[in-house]
């Protein structure tokens, strides 16, 4: 596979690379994690030539910046603006003392498309992201005001990132009964060491036929193949502002360096296919400081893994997901198909049955 095989992004036509190239670190304005202009545009550039086509920013990440070099490299190469796919998120309130100055109303939405397409020198989105759930806006006024954009042609198609699954089903259904604009995908913290987005996003993804875009698919840098049990971790920005993994995490990071030396490839490269064989369609984010971390990421379209190392991943890695998803999972099985086989999952029987032949 090349970032050229491209993919539908859930029930639309929009077509997009198996990788999106995430820009939250273009721009150096939050400090040691962030990207020189010439740097953020050669892992650009070399993002472009190989074929891929999907740039995601937000107007909160570097203070702006993120989007204003995003702007300033398109402007320069006319023409090619039209042939990449470029998504932003709204909700983070830029201007302190200002209470309309984020979140998900009527007001600050039209405000912040405003100054985005400003940054990024163009007049219009093809993806708009919801960046967080807007607690005190009403999701009906969130959701027309979307539909609005959409009909006036500023914004091509809409999704959500990190809201609840109830409220996300919500909005989703309100949309399809009232003729507006539906999502089309989910932005969703996802990796192989945070997988509690299994709960119920990945189901209602499912359902609703939404692409998943998985932010932080390699787990904060821990499976990037640096960390090590025991050794300190060098060429890292982030480790100096966050806590190493713990020994549950390491369990997982020693688990992928092993296949993928078994590979010869790199740790990131399995943890991206991983992702990339999960259900349903999936494209990962992948962030690159550098133009090798690019590279080493892109490892992940050479990479198929076997069922058996599929089955090793998943088992180290398994989650402790929150009620009901428990009872839902083996345990509603057993009480459905008493130890029958049904669409190919089968099922045990549950030891009560077991003991006595009586039935009331």
């Known amino acids: 596979m090349t970032l050229d095989n491209y993919v539908t992004l859930g029930r639309s036509g929009l077509r997009v690379s198996p990788f999106a190239l995430g820009a939250m670190t273009f721009g150096e304005d939050f400090g040691a994690v962030g990207t020189t202009v010439e740097d953020s545009e050669r892992i650009l550039t070399a993002y472009l030539d190989r074929g891929g086509n999907f740039i995601d920013t937000a107007n909160f990440y570097t203070n702006g910046h993120s989007e204003k070099i995003l702007g300033d490299y398109f402007a320069r190469t006319p023409g090619s603006r039209q042939r990449v796919v470029l998504a932003s998120k709204f ?8 209470p309309n100055g984020g979140g998900a109303g009527r007001s600050a939405i039209i ?26 806006t009403p999701i009906e006024e969130t959701m ?3 539909d609005d954009l959409v009909r006036a042609g500023t914004v091509r198609y809409i999704g959500f990132s990190n809201t609840p699954a109830w409220l996300t089903a919500q909005a989703q259904t309100m949309a399809v009964l ?9 932005q969703v913290e996802y990796s192989l060491l945070a997988r509690t987005v299994e709960s119920e996003l990945t189901a209602l993804a499912s359902d609703q036929g ?4 998985p932010w932080s698919p390699l787990g904060g840098g821990f499976l990037s193949g640096k960390y090590r049990r ?3 971790v060098v060429d890292s920005g982030r480790a100096d502002v966050v806590e190493g993994p713990t020994d549950a995490e390491f369990d997982v990071i020693e688990a992928v360096a092993g296949i993928a030396a078994e590979l010869e490839t790199t740790s990131s490269a399995v943890a991206l296919a991983w992702l990339r064989a999960r259900r349903g369609t999936v494209v990962p984010i992948i962030g690159a400081r550098r ?5 080493s990421n892109l490892e992940a379209l050479g990479v198929v893994l076997t069922p058996e190392h599929l089955k090793i991943l998943d088992v180290v890695s398994a989650p402790s997901l929150s009620y009901p998803a428990e009872l839902n999972g083996d345990m509603r099985a057993t009480l459905q198909f008493a130890g029958t086989t049904v ?4 099922s045990t029987v549950f030891p009560m049955l077991l003991a006595s032949d009586v039935r009331y």
């Open 91 to 98: 909700f983070g309130n830029m201007f302190p003392g200002d």
């Open 111 to 136: 405000g912040q498309l405003h100054d985005t397409l400003r940054r990024l020198q163009t007049d219009y989105l093809d993806v708009y992201w919801l960046h967080n759930w807007d607690r005190n």
């Open 144 to 146: 027309r005001t979307l």
């Open 178 to 186: 009232r003729g507006w604009t539906p999502l089309i995908a989910l």
């Open 210 to 213: 939404l692409a998943l875009v």
């Open 230 to 232: 025991g050794s300190a």
């Open 291 to 295: 133009l090798a971390h690019l590279d």
């Open 343 to 346: 669409d190919g999952e089968p």
